[in-house]
């Protein structure tokens, strides 16, 4: 995709469709605006009074033989004195949907006066266009990749234009780091709506070494073998019921001198969950193809942050293994030894999650890190709370979670926060074991996986925890208009964001 900032009238705008933005409060006089710019193009539209300018609106005119671009496109941004970040990301999003549709090669926005937004919501001139630009980049993600016959079109030619100079500096950064951040987003979507036959712990891993080549960061993995000379016992008892053997993945990458602490991700990267020999019901079963999303939105943030050049150093850590029913599998009852050392006695093989990443969160230990963040679709209960609006945040550190917790609200990719008060802790209590990796059924859910993991980290480091099961993949009905069906690669903003903050 090629893409542009100009600096130019809407007159002068050459593409397949010009698209305008108009206040609801102010649509009237945009239209009129229009209308005499385009000698009377609008008239039947001014006269019909279809268009009002409300959020998410779009209507479509053809523009006359004189004109530069054959199509004019109006969306509507709501009320000028409401407007959000948000409602921009959206507003432009619904608008690149519909050129998509007509399946256009090239198209241009207008990006609205940024200074008046600005003044409404507060954000920088930076903030307002990363979210224009998010809005038009998050929606050209091909969805039909195995359809045989693909008639998706997405743009190649993105214009954003304005007839102002005044904020072009930071227009122009905000555009080129948009890009860099919603390609990492579409990394991670690619990764998650990837079928399981086709992405095993063996290919995640090649893709991640394959990219990181470009993307200026390193990979090192592990197989079945070093992971059990490590000990890691709890991935290597996950996936001792698959034919694709586990991989252990470890992303590195330095932009800070290399004495500098780290920030370690670590990202629940299983390719398969059918739950084990504790088997999963059927329906539904085909979406935990996407119960890697957590280790996909690892692997978008290191594809952004490399790209970046943020200075700062970053580990991330994928344990990644297929959870299915086998003579092999490991079993209820089992009691598994985590690379520690702590014993987990086995309620649920269905709580695979959680003993991969208890290996990993206790792997993490040896960076002395500065935070850890482990992001996991870790239970069916998150959706049960939050629907698929929120990513439920533990962890062990006020500042890092009040951090995560604005990086939220800023990306729209929020998060609201679960307590993990001790007196949880005996749910989880094994008569055979250290711990147990399920509590009671139905009881606090969400939480209990956060217990579970608190008793690897204790106070090691400052340690966060994202449940994102409600909102790595989308249902139609709750799926925001720059979402494509399927995974959201929802994280991949978030970090960037938050450790935007660790860049020095
Ligand atoms: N991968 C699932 C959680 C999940 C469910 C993610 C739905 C996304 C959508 C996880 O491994 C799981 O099965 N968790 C169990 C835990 C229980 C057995 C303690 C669950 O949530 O039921
Ligand atoms: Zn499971
Ligand atoms: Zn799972």
Known sequence: MKIKYEVKKIKDIKADVVCSAAFEDQAEQKLHWLNTLFKGTLDTLIETNDFKGKVNSTVLSYLGPDNRSKRLMILGLGNSKEVTLEILRKAYASAAKKVNSFKLNSAAFEVPDLALIKSITGASHYEVMQAI??????????????????????????????????????????????????????????????????????KFAEYVKKSSIKGGYSVTVFDEKKISQLNMGCVLAVGKGSSNPPRFLILQYFGANKSEKPVVLVGKGVTFDSGGISIKPAQGMDQMKMDMGGAAAVVGAFEAVARLKYKMNLI???????????????????????YSGTTVEIDNTDAEGRLILADALDYAANYKPKAVIDVCTLTGAAVICFGHLLAGLMGNDAELKKKIFAAGEKTYERVWELPLYNEYDKLMKSEIADIKNA??????????????????????????HLDIASVAFNLAESAEEYHTPGATGYGVRLFTELLKQYSH
Do not use: H
């Open 439 to 464: 509590g009671p059924a139905r009881q606090a859910g969400t939480i209990m996986g956060g217990i579970f993991l608190k008793k690897f980290v204790q106070d090691k480091y400052p340690w966060a």
């Open 316 to 338: 991330g850590l994928i344990p990644a293994v297929e959870n299915m029913p086998d003579a092999n599998s490991y079993k209820p009852g089992d009691v598994l030894k985590s």
């Open 133 to 202: 630009c998010e809005g038009v980049f998050l929606t050209q993600y091909n969805p039909k990749k195995y359809y045989t016959k693909n008639d998706y079109t997405p743009i190649n030619e993105v214009i954003f234009f304005t007839d102002s100079p005044k904020y072009t500096r930071e227009a122009t950064e905000a555009l080129k780091d948009s890009k860099i951040v919603c390609d990492a987003v579409i990394v991670a979507r690619d990764l998650e709506n990837e079928p399981s036959n086709f992405l095993t712990p063996e």
